[in-house]
């Protein structure tokens, strides 16, 4: 069993709808918990940034983290055809990173 | 600001030849992260610098992998020998000092080995 697990889509909306994207995890030790946005052929780019359970809100972003379930969510409302691209989950237990898993990656399309 | 930079872009070699990658960090961020990402997979950790330093080597990083970052600057990786199973995107990330910080990633290289 992979310590972090995401469902690898594909993920097919029309635009303006809400989508939701999910990881679980293992290790009971996380406690720093990102979602990233990658581009065909580009670097991932961060998108949210979480520590502990919670849930944080940034424009039409919203991360949610449940530690006692092991399971997050990254929310887009009103979904536009730019947010199709990889979102990766990732989290670590350390504040410095170096023990950072991510998650395979599910790829969402919006379709005008 | 001007971003994580990796050059090259892309790399095309022959099996059992020599590559070697370079990264720029952010310049006031003392960390710096390489990562090997292959096709629909998330990243997975190779090294880790902090400053000059190098505290952390993953399994990954076999023999013929080997990573510097003199003067606690740019950073390079080199692969030896390459075979065809070393095909993959090759991401560099960097964070600022103290905790707290998520990673910052560049565009990456992709290395293709014929």
């Known amino acids: 069993q992979k310590e972090v697990e995401q469902d690898p889509g594909p993920l097919s909306v029309p635009e303006g709808a809400i989508v939701s994207l999910n990881c679980t995890y293992s290790?009971?030790?996380?406690?720093?918990f990102m979602w990233y946005r990658q581009y065909s052929r580009k670097g991932p780019e961060l998108l949210m940034y979480?520590?502990?359970?919670g849930n944080k809100e940034d424009g039409r972003f919203t991360a949610q983290v449940d530690k006692s379930s092991k399971y997050i969510s990254l929310f887009i409302r009103d979904s536009q055809p730019s947010d199709s691209a990889t979102y990766l989950c990732a989290m670590s237990a350390s504040s410095g990173n170096n023990d950072m898993r991510f998650g395979a990656g599910t790829r969402l399309t919006v379709k005008p | 600001d001007t971003g994580v930079s990796q050059n090259p872009r892309h790399k095309i070699t022959k099996r059992g030849q020599n590559v070697t990658f370079r990264c720029d960090p952010i310049s006031e961020h003392n960390r710096l992260y390489w990562y090997r990402q292959t096709l629909g997979q998330g990243p997975e950790f190779l090294t880790y610098?902090?400053?000059?330093?190098?505290?952390?080597k993953s399994r990954l990083l076999s023999d013929r992998f080997s990573a510097e970052r003199p003067k606690g600057s740019f950073s390079t990786l080199e692969i030896q020998r390459t075979e065809q199973g070393d095909s993959a995107m090759y991401l560099c990330?960097?964070?600022?000092?103290?905790?707290?910080?998520?990673?910052?990633f560049g565009n990456g290289t992709r290395l293709t080995v014929t």
């Open positions: 990330a960097s964070s600022p000092p103290g905790g707290n910080s998520p990673l910052h």
């Open positions: 290790n009971s030790a996380f406690q720093y």
């Open positions: 979480t520590y502990s359970s």
């Open positions: 610098f902090q400053n000059e330093a190098q505290l952390e």
